[in-house]
């Protein structure tokens, strides 16, 4: 036995060395000592490594110009219109004009009187002082009509022929329209469509498909009704809202649209809809309607067709009722108000384009910059820091006094914001936070460095019990 300095008895170990007994330690605390300063010395190697993987990029971001954007409130940018009235009451006009919150520098001018901005991009001039009336295409504010489709440069019109079931009768093989649609000017049929789609070419780049289903069943069933001799199926309002079969009805086309990611393309459907089993088919809105049609919010518009048709094949003669819908159902989901003048309806529609554009770029910077100083390892690459200035360079550019380059630019810097906005690395770490990380590595790291610790504290132990 061997007694310490505090009298406590320590048992003495052999270890066997060439069949005698030798009195050593079980392990030589330098040896120990050297295992854990090893271990030490390849986790001091890795963290610069780590350090340098793991670092988040985080470049500036023009934070002033965003914050001096957003103090114009709903009017990121402001243009100017003039308006000529036959009276003298240019006060009374514009003070009725300034009612309307469309971000517009008004001018009016009377024989003898002038009032509001100096200077205008576009003149209209009025027959008397009801404004309202005349004005409407400008003053109507399509933010708030939950019809309209939100603005994207790229429209995809796909109009359907589809059949209840073919297999029953009033079959159709096909449709006058298919090759209409590659130069609807060209026909006088196709007249109310292609004045609509020249009216909007300014504002939109419309692709045009077709396409023939001939089995397209309905979800619902609609009521049978008997009126005299006349027997004949009815769908109510309530019905034609969910009178689209999407699951089974196949209406995605893919023919001649550019779908890559980069390209942010919104469709449109318009389905004329020819009923065989439930044939034929009326809408009943309180009185009943023997040639259905109906608008789809954001979507399409459907007409059902209960005409008559010879030899299975739709000629454009046949379809002038059908196209006429189409193309009012268009104009009211595309923002297209109607007026006396068409060069009137088209300027109010490229203004509140631009509008609605220039508002969602600053509103998509001002949360971007919300972000970043909110999440401090949030990272900002090179791709989001010059998309951001690249959304900001375009606003800078948009001119009220070329309308059109206007529409362009805000259009450009909707796109940019939303491209930072979404960027990949920013997304990472918003889906995964620190909380996450912690999470995840503590199990994968907690059991290395455990033993690793307690190593270091025996060792503290043993070199603290040992005698002088």
Known sequence: ??????GAVRPRRLWLVMGGAVDAPFQ???????ILASIVCVIAACVPVWWMLTAIERLPLPAEEVRALETRGACPIRTAWAVVVPTDECENVLQELQRHSMCVDWRVEGPRCV?????????????????????APLLHRADSDSVVVPYARKIRLVFSLLQEDASVGRALQGWDLTHALHNTSAYEALAPLARTLR???????????SQVQWYAPLELEPQHRVAGNDSFYTVSMQDARVFVNAEQWRLDSYGTADLSPATEVRTLQFVLYVPSVHAPLYLDAGTLHKQPAWLLPQWGGVVVWNGAHHGGHLSLDALQEPV?????????LLGLERARSSAMAVDGLVWRRTLEMARSAVETLGSIVRLVTKIPNLGVNTQVRDATLAAIESLSACDPQHADAALHHATQAHTHASRAFYDPSMLATLYFPSEHNFAVYTP???PLFMPLGLGWLREWRRRRLQPR
């Open 1 to 6: 036995m061997i007694y310490t300095r505090r």
């Open 28 to 34: 030589r605390g330098s040896l120990h000592v050297r």
């Open 115 to 135: 009032a509001g901005a100096p200077s205008a991009t576009s003149t209209y001039r009025l027959p008397d002082t009801n404004v309202s009336a005349h004005l």
């Open 199 to 209: 009216a909007l070419e300014r504002v939109y780049d419309i692709q045009l498909e």
């Open 324 to 332: 006429s819908r189409f193309a009012e159902q268009m104009r009211a």
């Open 444 to 446: 994968l790291f907690g």
